[in-house]
């Protein structure tokens, strides 16, 4: 069956510093990945979205890369601050046996000051 | 837009209870997605409506959850009789598609002592 899995511990890093989470996936080849930010005692909010035919995709200080034959998604905040900490999640979207968007259980960083 | 609606924000009830909670999609967002968070399960997808239809509710963890979205613009989580391991929180989230980007509310944070 479909799997995703994220970082499992949480990622500490020093203001400043680039942010590196993972998305690895089995069983599956998704057309798409997207992330999403979610802050404590919110919903998840939309960040990016990239294609299987797009290796990167930028915005602001946010990389996206996806590797669809290492099968994972690199998410980087270059210059973090303290106002990046959140938990970050991952989705794929439907495949032959999920019909719906899934989500990763998500990575915590926190960005110390 | 305002948004997701969900109400109420915090939920605490007694088990055994009855537990309503609400949703209001963004206009003109034809599908509409209930999900449940905890710390050890991550989000999980619960139901979705397309066009006010259940289209999968093989999420609903048992009989004592029931769904329904009577029209567009509204919809209801229901849990009769609630338990503890009912309490979490959750999310309402829609989109224009199955597969594009979900707009969550956010969240009612329900506790059944």
């Known amino acids: 069956s479909q799997k995703i899995e994220q970082n499992s511990e949480a990622l500490n890093i020093q203001e400043g510093k680039t942010a590196t989470l993972t998305c690895n996936y089995t069983?599956?080849?998704?057309?798409?990945l997207q992330w999403y930010r979610q802050d404590p005692g919110r919903g998840p909010v939309f960040l990016l979205l990239?294609?299987?035919?797009?290796k990167e995709k930028r915005k602001e200080r946010l990389k996206v890369t996806f590797d669809t034959t290492l099968k994972q998604s690199l998410f980087h905040i270059t210059a973090s601050q303290p106002a990046d900490s959140a938990t970050y999640l991952c989705?794929?979207?439907?495949?032959?046996?999920?019909?719906?968007?899934?989500f990763g259980s998500g990575t915590q960083l926190t960005v110390l000051p | 837009d305002a948004g997701v609606i969900q109400s109420p924000r915090h939920e605490v009830t007694e088990m055994g209870q009855e537990v309503t909670l609400r949703c209001k999609p963004i206009?003109?967002?034809?599908?509409l997605f209930w999900y449940r968070q905890t710390m050890m399960r991550g989000l999980e997808l619960l139901i979705y409506?397309?066009?006010?239809?259940?289209?999968?509710d093989s999420g609903m963890p048992e009989d004592r959850f029931s769904a329904k979205m009577p029209n567009a613009s509204f919809s209801t989580l229901k849990i009769q009789p609630s338990e503890p391991r009912d309490s979490a929180v959750y999310f309402c989230?829609?989109?224009?598609?199955?597969?594009?980007?979900?707009?969550f509310g956010p969240g009612t944070r329900l506790l059944v002592l």
């Open positions: 990239i294609r299987e035919n797009e």
């Open positions: 989705a794929l979207p439907p495949s032959g046996s999920a019909r719906q968007l899934t």
């Open positions: 409506f397309n066009n006010n239809v259940p289209i999968d």
């Open positions: 206009s003109g967002h034809d599908y």
């Open positions: 069983n599956y080849s998704p057309a798409y």
């Open positions: 989230a829609s989109s224009t598609s199955v597969q594009e980007t979900q707009y």
